[in-house]
C-alpha cells in the first residue's frame, strides 16, 4: 500500500479533474473545492472529500482544473490560502496567461509549475502509460523530484519548456486539430463504408476530440496568444484553394 505523505487541493471536478482523481488518489489524500451538484455526487461516489476553497487552497500541493476563463478570479482568490512553501499547478490548454496570472496573484515565495497533460479523457481511458506533459517550470524550487515522480511514478514522458514555446507550438497542435474536427462534425453524417486509411485515421483524430467542451475550443483558439496568426493563414489556404478550384470549374466550363 503507497502512504500518502501530502493533502493535494484540486479545484475542479470536471472531465479533468476527475481524471487526475483517478490516477493522483493513490498518492495523495485529494481535498477538492468544486460547489456543482455534479460534484458533490461524483466526490460521494468516489470517496472524495469537498472542502472551503481556503481548506483546498492550504494544502501543500494544489492542482488548478478550472475553465480558463475562472483562473485569473481564482488565482486571486486562492493567493492568501496558499502555504509559502506550498506548490501550484495548473493543468489547462494554454500557458502564457495562466503563467502571468499566477506569478502576480500569487506570494513570491509560491512555487509555480504550470502544465498542460497531451491527453484528456478520451485519449487516456485505457491508462496514461507512456503519454506526454509538458511541463513550464515558472517558479519552481525543487523540480527534479516533481519531474521523476512524473516520470517515475505516473509513467508519462515529460518535455521541458517554456510557456511561449508551448503555446507557439500548441497554436498548431490543438489549435488547428480542434478546428477541422469542429468542421467535420459540423459535416455529419459522414460515411463509415468505403473508406480509406487515411479517411478512418482523419476520423479517428475527430473522435478524440469531439466530446470536448466548446467552452475548451473557444479557450484554446482565443486564449491562445498565437492562435489567431495561425487561424488567418489556414483560412488564407482555404480561400486560396477555394479560389483555384472555382477558375478550374470556370475553365472547364
Not at 121 to 144: D, N, T, Y
Not at 148 to 159: A, I, N, P
Amino acid at each position: 500500500m503507497v502512504k500518502k505523505v501530502h493533502r493535494l487541493g484540486l479545484f475542479g471536478l470536471g472531465a479533468f479533474g476527475r481524471l487526475i482523481v483517478r490516477h493522483l488518489a493513490p498518492y495523495f489524500d485529494i481535498l477538492a473545492y468544486d460547489p456543482s451538484p455534479e460534484a458533490r455526487a461524483y466526490a460521494k461516489r468516489h470517496n472524495v472529500s469537498l472542502v472551503s476553497l481556503e481548506e483546498a487552497a492550504g494544502c501543500k500541493v494544489v492542482i488548478l482544473a478550472t475553465p480558463i476563463r475562472t483562473l485569473k478570479e481564482l488565482a486571486t482568490k486562492i493567493g492568501p490560502h496558499v502555504p509559502l512553501d506550498g506548490l501550484v499547478i495548473d493543468v489547462g490548454s494554454v500557458k502564457v496567461k495562466p503563467a502571468a496570472w499566477l506569478q502576480e496573484a500569487l506570494p513570491p515565495q509560491v512555487s509555480i509549475l504550470c502544465t498542460h497533460p497531451l491527453f484528456g479523457p478520451q485519449s487516456a481511458k485505457f491508462g496514461i502509460h507512456g503519454m506526454e506533459i509538458v511541463v513550464c517550470p515558472v517558479r519552481v524550487r525543487h523540480l527534479k523530484p516533481i519531474v521523476q515522480f512524473f516520470e517515475r511514478t505516473l509513467d508519462l514522458k515529460v518535455s521541458l519548456t517554456t510557456p511561449e514555446i508551448h503555446d507557439r507550438a500548441l497554436a498548431a497542435v490543438q489549435g488547428l486539430t480542434h478546428m477541422i474536427a469542429k468542421v467535420l462534425s459540423g459535416l455529419e453524417p459522414l460515411p463509415r463504408v468505403h473508406t480509406t486509411r487515411s479517411y478512418d485515421l482523419m476520423m479517428q483524430g475527430v473522435g478524440l476530440v469531439q466530446g470536448d467542451s466548446d467552452e475548451l475550443f473557444m479557450s484554446i483558439e482565443r486564449d491562445n496568444p498565437f492562435a489567431a496568426e495561425i487561424r488567418k493563414r489556414f483560412f488564407a489556404e482555404i480561400d486560396g484553394l477555394r479560389d483555384r478550384l472555382e477558375a478550374h470549374s470556370h475553365a472547364a466550363d
